[in-house]
């Protein structure tokens, strides 16, 4: 039984401004939360709604609905608990925080779904991970996802000519024959490859026996080069390129063969229909590179290694490339330390290049693993991992716009891992990117700036192009100083978890990260998600607008550096000034070493939210459910049907601000209601009704003190 059902809770405005009002307080149920309170003599059944300009005439035991309506009991009907999302797709069916609705009315967890995992994938509780070896695989070999030992890039076969397409037209070349007169026959082969070449006709095979040839080539008609197996026959050219595509050359093939030298491997400007199946290009300058210098270009690359080549792995300049089924690794950076990028589409002519990247691995590159300019990219079960420990490369997959008033960029990454790059794993500037079912983890730091985030959204600075990203059911973890950057962005986030990011010396280890510049504000929609085991910020936003829903923000701890371990700070913008916005509704904040919502000089709405344990910081200061404090301005806190249970000093803290309470509990807290002035602004604490304190269970009326307590320092650890 509650102690009483009429007690007061005095809404205390500071002397000078309209004096002390109270107001009667209700004392609620709240059977949802395990709390009890008035006896069923004192609650009544039904309820009128506000009537005139008075308080409501709702009876002891209801709630005031936001339409001014009662409701008998606890906390009003919410579709779904605190911590979860209605799945619109099934009705009243619920998802939990950390998953994503899907049409069928199911939930999806965060993160890739095993049952979903694409050929080669193993689902496990941390997404989808390819089979892979274990160790590196030795030259000229290679695995894709599934796999687990390595092999050769393609079998050598039986014979002089292996499996090579036996065609009435079929040239031959073999290096070791040495009877003279050759026709291109079985019986008096060609000994360079360019002989067959020019000798075939229209789409014929030249089909290569084993051996080395020392010779570049050049083609400049549809022919099909069908060398025996990679591990047998190589292109060894001793000048620039190896393999040259000219004019006329459209629907020409490169099948198993290797292609190496001191300079470019095989380059073509004006080749459409180009495929490229099953080669082992290696240790040039640079891999393949395609353009439209001369001409309209494509390719499609399948089945292919590429590996330790400078500058380039595959670049796709201005053309459409397909890349599949492929392995691109050990990419080098040239003697002035640039490019080494493993795969490029990029346009610079002002016409969005198109792609498909499926099935490939992508690893130990000196710059970048993938990178889009201007292009429309469509990456599926691939793997971007390990960059060389003697390089600094940055950035797993990287979006980037090309010039001012091209189309935009865009790209979408689907049940993929990337994985141990530098700098960001998926970084997005002036472009588009869609993410789904993806992991991306162990991001390290690049020394030029002491980051290593997961996912960096921003715009792109000389054309001020801006950037979006929309994560759904990934995972990031493990990142370094902050698992997601959003910078004069937008990001929608959906299902997916933001875990584990690491602090290093002098840096924080924030989750997620929403900030604004001063062209900009940058906005956010974090929807049935975990925010968790990050350290200082769980999620921090800083002159920017958030959206928050159904997700679960929980175990934010210090960091050797700073002594802060926020679950979710709003605040205004540390060189503008700007306010910070966030509606925050049907979620959970849990387990924060310091404070569980911090809101300073800037605007939050708190709807059916639990905000629980809450401990104090290593130097046994705060363990505050909310703070709201001033800066130059009062900062702004609505809260409605909401609970703070449970820790270490006040449930709600104001310095200088306004908050409103209606209908909500404040339970287990030495304090329940805490204001000082702050920034020379008076606190003002205003009760719209029905709200109840104690331990545990809301039975006596919430008291405010002013008991002197230290205000947090409003901005905490500086902005990148």
């Known amino acids: 039984m509650p102690a009483t059902c009429d007690a007061e809770l005095k809404t205390t405005r500071q002397a000078g401004l309209i004096g002390e009002m109270t107001k009667p307080i209700v004392l609620l149920s709240a059977i949802m939360l395990g709390a009890i309170g008035c006896s069923d003599d004192t609650a009544g059944n039904g309820g009128a709604g506000a009537s005139g300009g008075g308080d409501p005439a709702c009876l002891p035991g209801q709630l005031v609905l936001p339409d001014g309506s009662c409701q008998q009991g606890s906390l009003p009907d919410l579709a779904c608990a605190p911590g979860e999302v209605p799945n619109e797709a099934a009705g009243s069916r619920c998802c939990p925080a950390g998953s994503a609705g899907l049409a069928d009315g199911t939930c999806r967890p965060a993160g890739v779904d095993g049952s979903a995992c694409p050929e080669g994938f193993v689902g496990s509780v941390d997404g989808c991970e390819p089979q892979l070896p274990s160790e590196p695989c030795p030259l000229g070999t290679m695995a894709l996802p599934g796999e687990t030992t390595c092999r050769e890039v393609a079998p050598c076969g039986d014979g002089s000519w292996g499996d090579i397409p036996m065609e009435g037209n079929r040239q031959h070349v073999d290096a070791s024959y040495s009877g003279g007169g050759s026709d291109g026959s079985l019986a008096a082969p060609w000994t360079t490859i360019q002989q067959g070449v020019n000798a075939a006709a229209t789409g014929a095979i030249v089909a290569v026996a084993a051996g080395t040839y020392s010779e570049q080539l050049h083609i400049d008609k549809p022919v099909r080069v069908w060398g025996l197996c990679p591990a047998m026959v190589t292109l060894d050219a001793p000048g620039d390129p190896a393999v040259w595509l000219a004019g006329g050359s459209d629907g020409s093939e490169l099948h198993t063969l290797a292609v190496t030298g001191p300079a470019m491997g095989v380059v073509t400007s004006s080749t459409v229909g180009l495929l490229i199946d099953r080669l082992w290009v290696h240790s040039g300058d640079a891999g393949i590179a395609i353009t439209n210098l001369d001409g309209p270009s494509s390719v499609t690359i399948r089945g292919s290694l590429v590996e330790g080549t400078g500058r380039a792995g595959i670049l796709a300049q201005d053309a459409d490339a397909i890349i599949e089924d492929s392995v691109v690794r050990d990419t080098r950076t040239d003697t002035a330390g640039l490019f080494g990028d493993a795969i490029t589409i990029v346009a610079i002519e002002g016409v969005l290049s198109e792609g498909a990247i499926r099935r490939v691995v992508v690893e130990r590159s000196e710059g970048r ?236 709405r708190i709807e059916t939210v639990l905000v629980s344990d809450i401990r104090a910081n290593n130097a046994g200061r705060f363990g505050d459910g909310i703070i709201a404090v001033a800066v130059d301005d009062e900062a702004s806190v609505d809260l409605w049907a909401s609970v703070i249970d449970t820790g270490v000093r006040a449930a709600i803290a104001n310095f200088g601000s306004v908050l409103e309470l209606d209908s909500s509990f404040l339970l287990c807290y030495p304090i329940d209601l805490n204001g000082e002035q702050s920034s020379g602004q008076p606190y003002i604490f205003d009760d719209r009704g029905n709200n109840g304190c104690g331990c545990p269970t809301p039975d006596t009326p919430c008291q405010l003190l002013s008991a002197g307590l230290e205000s947090p320092d409003p901005l905490g650890a500086p902005s990148p």
């Not at 292009?375 to 691939?382: F, M």
């Not at 100083?481 to 990011?501: K, P, Q, Y």
């Not at 929807?527 to 997700?551: C, F, K, M, P, R």
């Open 369 to 604: 693993g993938i990178v889009l300019g201007t292009a429309d990219v469509a990456i599926e079960a691939t793997v971007v991992r390990g960059m060389r420990a003697d390089g600094l490369g940055i950035h797993g997959i990287s979006l980037v716009p090309s010039e001012p008033g091209y189309p935009r960029g865009r790209a979408s990454i689907r049940f993929s891992v990337v994985q141990g790059t530098r700098g960001a794993g998926v970084a997005v500037f002036g472009s588009d990117l869609v993410m789904e079912g993806t992991v991306v983890r162990e991001t390290l730091i690049d020394p030029t700036d002491g980051f290593g985030r997961g996912l960096v959204v921003q715009p792109w600075v000389p054309t001020g192009a801006v950037a979006s990203a929309e994560v759904i059911g990934s995972v990031i973890e493990e990142s370094h100083a902050e698992g997601v950057f959003v910078a004069s962005a937008d990001l929608v986030m959906e299902g997916s978890i933001v875990r584990n990011t690491l602090s290093t010396a002098g840096s924080l280890g924030r989750g997620i990260s929403v900030h604004s510049n001063l062209e900009r504000r940058a906005n956010a929609t974090v929807t049935a998600s975990i925010i968790e085991q990050n350290h200082n910020y769980g999620i921090y936003v800083s002159g920017a607008d958030i959206t928050i829903e159904g997700s679960v923000i929980r175990d934010t701890s210090t960091s050797p550096a700073y002594d802060v371990a926020r679950g979710l700070a709003v605040q205004s913008h540390t060189v503008t000034g700007e306010r910070g916005s966030a509606v925050v509704r049907a979620s959970r904040i849990e387990r924060a070493s310091e404070v569980g919502i911090l809101v300073a000089q800037s605007d939050v």
